[in-house]
Structures are given as C-alpha cells and as structure tokens.
C-alpha cells in the first residue's frame, strides 16, 4: 500500500473535482491509500473507506491570487501547505495538489526543504509531440535560472523519464533559438558547456519550431521560456480551434464537414490531453510532489494520484538526490 | 516613384521566388521601381521594364548557415550587402531581403548604422490574432536585452503600428509569466518600471496563453524568447494539423468530413498566413529595411515589397529616430 495526500482545495473546480477523483482513485488505484486534506465542512463530504484518512486543515484557502511566500506567512494552516507537513513528518510517501502552483513550490522549499546540492527545485510538463511524450524542464518554478540550475534540471527530468516512464538513455537538449551548437543567450551557452562534460545523453540545441516534433526527450530552459512556451502552446491550441470553428460555422457544407470529422477530432484531442498525464512533478525537493493543472477535474486528480504513487513506489526524490551528486560535474568558468 | 531594392539572392527559393515576386510588384505596385541585386547569370533573367535597374553584386551568396558577422567579412560583395550599400548611399529608399535574417541584422548595423541613441535594432513581427494582427518585438534580432532596449523595441513598434497600419495609440505589453503587475524575471520587472515612466500606452504585462487573443497591439520581448515563441507558434500549428489529418484518414468518413470542410480550412489558413504581412521590419537602423520570411513564395516577396514602400513613403526610420530622443525616459536605477 502506498499512502498519497491530497490537498482537497487545490485547484479551479475544488473541492468538487478533488472529491469525484477520490471515487475514481478508491475505484481504479487499489494499492493506494489516500490523506485527504481539507477543512471540517469538506471532509464531511468525503467518501468513507479504510483506504481514506481525512487530516482536517485550517479554514483559509491558497487562492491561484495569493502570492506564494504571503500565503506561507499568513495561511499557514491552509489544506495546501498541511498536506505538506504529514509528507515531511513521514506520515504519507507522496503529494498531490491542483492549486497555487508558486505556492506549492515555496510550500515544499519551506516544509520538505531542497535535494542536497540542489540550489533550485523545477516543474517537469509532459508534453504530447508526434512521437513519444516528452518532457518540458522548467515550466515555471523559477526565473531567472544559473546554467549549473539547468544543468540539474536537465539531470533531473532525465532520470524520472528513465525510472517513472521507463524511457532509456532520455535525449536531453537545449531550448534555443539554432540547432547549431553554442548558438543562444548567455545562459544558454554555458549551460551547454555543462552538459558537454557531463554523462548524460545531451544532444545539442533544439529549436522552438522542432518542439512538437518528438525528436528529443527531454528540453530543458529556464522557468520564465517555459512557463511562456507552455501557456502559449495552449493558448495557441485553442485559438486555431476557435477560429477553426467560426471559418466552419459560416457555411452548411463545413457545417455537415467538421460533422463527420467529430471522431477524428475526439480522438485528437485525447491524444493531446494534458489530463492523461496526470500532473507535473516538482523535481528538487525532499519529497515526492505532483502539481496538477488548475483546471484538473476529477480523471486529472486520480492520474496525478496514479503519477504520485509510482513516485513514491520507487521513491523518486531519494534517488534524484543520489543521482545529484553522481552526475555532479565542475562548474567553475560556467557562471553568468 | 518610391525605390526599393530587392536582394535576388535572399530566400529559401531564390532567385525563382524573388523574379516571381518582381514580376508581381511591377504589375501590382506602380508607383514602385525596383533595384534588383544579383550575379550577372541571375540578372540575365530579370525582367525588363523602365521601372527595373540592375545592379551586380559578387557571385558569393550568403547562406542560412552563415554566421552574420563571418559573411560580412568573407561574403562583403553578396547581393545582401551591396544591396544595403545602396541604401547608406541614398540610392534608394527601402531594402528588402528574404534571406538570412542574422546576416541582414549584421549588415543594416555596419553598413546604415544605428538610430541615435538605440543600442540594438530590433525584428518587429506582424501575427494574427483573434481580433486585429499585432506585432511581436523582437523576434531575434538580439539576444540578452536589457531593460532600456525593451522599452525602446516597445516605443519602436508602438510608432510603426501608428504610422504604417494606422493603429491609434497601439496598447504595448511586456510578455512574462503573469499578469499581475511586476511579475516576472527581472529584465521584464525593470523593463516594467521605464514603460510606467513614459508616455506611451502601455497596458502591463501579458501571459503566453492571451497573445493570440488580440487584447493588445504590440507584445514586447527579449530576441531569444520572441524568436522561440514565433518559431514554437509556427511549427505548433504545423503539427496540429499533421496530427489532425493523420487521425481523419483513418475513416472514410472523416476524410469526407474533412473534404467537405475545405473550403473553410482554406480561408483559416489565408487568415493566418504569415505571407499577407509582408516581412518584417529592421526597427532601429539608419534605413527602411524589410526581412521577410526564408520561405518567402513570389506573394511574399511582393507583399515585403509594398511593405517597404510604405515605409519609404513616410521614411520612417527617420521618425523612428526623432520619436527615440522624444519619448526618452530617466534610465538610471533600470540596470540589469
């Protein structure tokens, strides 16, 4: 049995989403048993089962408006950082939470603390490409990123493919602005330099426009281009649909058209479902941590569960902070 | 009359695509005449008209693969430079090159010069949006910005919206990774602080998710991340549409569906076709200079060369010049 904590609150649709995912995880996770967190008037409403411990939280909620280090300092008792506490204290093995996502970051530096050697913890985004799934490395934990932080980043996000998605010798590379070797920002180029003198499978620069194509495994940036290129990737995926969907409605013909294409387009969509992957895990600190999307309902709850239980069955953090210092390499010449 | 060079050799299909294009533009364009630059070999093959002057370049071509700086010492007598020396000469009043957008950058800076007081020129494109198209500053020109740069890419593009598109007060915004005012690295933050000092519209800070909306006119950005985000846009549409068309032959009917609803995939397609803007203006050189696309058909070659005689018509670079002394702001406390 593997015991996950779920933040009850966390997320757009909470506690609604949260509670119908619990159904769904005591349903189809058998081997999972489930913190549930949460202030008195939620836990009621959750689902008994010898596999559920209800932890009641405080009152006062972490909004997606809060600012992460205000609400460590003034909603200390919320359901978010609480679920963090029974990880540190060892009650539970892994955690899970659709809500602030700067505040779940924060939360664990604060509660569950950093990997030894590891100066900035990151978000890694599974991303659909035309091939197998990859790994987007940061998408938003951190600005203004040190090469050696993307150096570990790019270790990090490579490892947790090779043990969470059995995926061998990931390719690690480079978000840049030209495949050709050395070509970027500054960051860029001497990140390059690190992952040169490294063990791991580097191959070289990717460009923006190769991003979706599946040709690498992992792509590694700073936390500002790839929270940028995330939400922009999603932005833009709604809009070429919404204009799709007005230029179609304008005659009966494209109309009858989209009509018969509907379970083509359904099965596109599934295939591009950020929901299937079930949440994004913070690499970096002392804990195994799944930060789900804002707008995760109930089937994006129970697989950021699925994904939290295979991170605690092999307890990823702990051989993340192994492999930190296996991996080390000399960092002298390489700062900004 | 309005005199605008053509570089021949510039493109991905050159010269096929830029005699194509001339042929359109003298057909089109009447109160345009042409420089046309090239080897003799290629000159041959120009059309003849009175609006038409052959000027012969070196029979050294500046690749894709070249590096700018390489290419202005090796290649100086390529069709891309002896072209903008007849712009530094006063021959002519534009320039126009679809090839390689380094070596065009490189160029316009050694041979025209910068604007008084711009540090770094900047690529200013035109994107579709929801609403009205916008412009993304800079798309690459620059990378490692700094925060008074940003500013000026800003009132740069704010004035080229103005002046050639007839956009009153265009709303300017900084692309970061929230909206709340002052989020982001800290380029953007001190960028931030010098547009809420000056008199141009500026509207905040908007997310990657909103830049397709159309909510503001010019979205201002460092090179390495607005050329990331251009080439993600294109190549993200790109595998949708791959995506897509693989997942509809799958069933006859939704190959269809999908015949049926050509026509309104055809008119999405126009509506977003990066060829109907007609290149991207060089924004901060001492000259009209027009980049466009590498892939530049004959359309777009003649849609560039209205372009720049919109530019000519109103010789803005020198109003780009004027407007970087009037709209200065106090820059100190602003450094990186």
Redesign the interface.
């Known amino acids: 049995m593997v015991s996950v904590v779920l933040d009850l609150m966390g997320g757009d649709f909470a506690p609604h989403s949260t509670l119908k995912g619990v159904n769904l995880a005591l349903r189809e996770l058998p081997e999972v048993e489930l913190y549930l967190v949460g202030p008195s008037s939620i836990l009621e409403k959750a689902p008994q089962s010898e596999r559920v411990k209800l932890v009641e939280s405080g009152d006062e909620v972490v909004t997606m408006e809060d600012q992460p280090h205000e609400a460590l300092k003034r909603k200390r008792r919320a359901s978010l950082f609480v679920g963090l506490d029974l990880l540190a204290k060892g009650e539970a093995q892994a955690f899970v939470s659709a809500g602030n996502s700067g505040a779940v970051v924060a939360g664990s530096i604060f509660i569950l603390g950093r990997l030894k050697g590891v100066r900035r913890p990151a978000i890694a985004t599974m991303l659909p490409?035309?091939k197998l799934p990859m790994v987007l490395i940061d998408a938003?934990a951190n600005?203004?990123s040190k090469p050696y932080d993307l150096y570990q980043f790019g270790l990090m996000a490579s490892l947790f493919l090779e043990k969470i998605w059995q995926r061998e010798k990931p390719r690690i590379a480079l978000?840049?602005?030209g495949e050709e070797q050395g070509k970027?920002?500054?960051l860029?180029k001497k990140a390059h330099q690190l992952f040169l003198k490294s063990k791991l499978n580097y191959v070289g620069n990717i460009?923006?426009?190769?991003?979706?194509?599946g040709a690498v495994d992992v792509v590694v940036c700073?936390?500002?281009?790839g929270?940028?290129?995330?939400?922009?990737?999603?932005?833009?995926?709604e809009?070429?649909m919404?204009?799709?969907k007005e230029?179609?409605k304008?005659?009966f013909?494209?109309i009858?058209?989209?009509?018969?294409?509907?379970?083509?387009?359904a099965?596109?969509k599934k295939?591009?479902d950020w929901r299937e992957y079930g949440g994004a895990p913070l690499l970096g600190v002392r804990g195994n941590v799944i930060i789900s999307h804002g707008k995760s309902d109930a089937v994006a709850i129970k697989n950021a569960i699925y994904q939290a239980y295979k991170f605690a069955k092999i307890n990823l953090w702990e051989r993340l902070e192994s492999a930190i210092s296996e991996f080390a390499v000399e960092e002298e010449g390489s700062e900004l």
Chains 1, 2 share one sequence.
Do not use: H, W
């Open positions: 490409t035309l938003g600005v203004d978000l840049s602005i970027g920002n500054q860029v460009e923006g426009r190769d991003l979706y194509l700073d936390g500002f281009i929270n940028i290129c995330l939400k922009l990737s999603e932005g833009l995926a809009t070429i919404t204009m799709l230029e179609v304008k005659s013909r494209s009858l058209g989209m009509y018969l294409a509907k379970p083509a387009l099965s596109f295939k591009t």
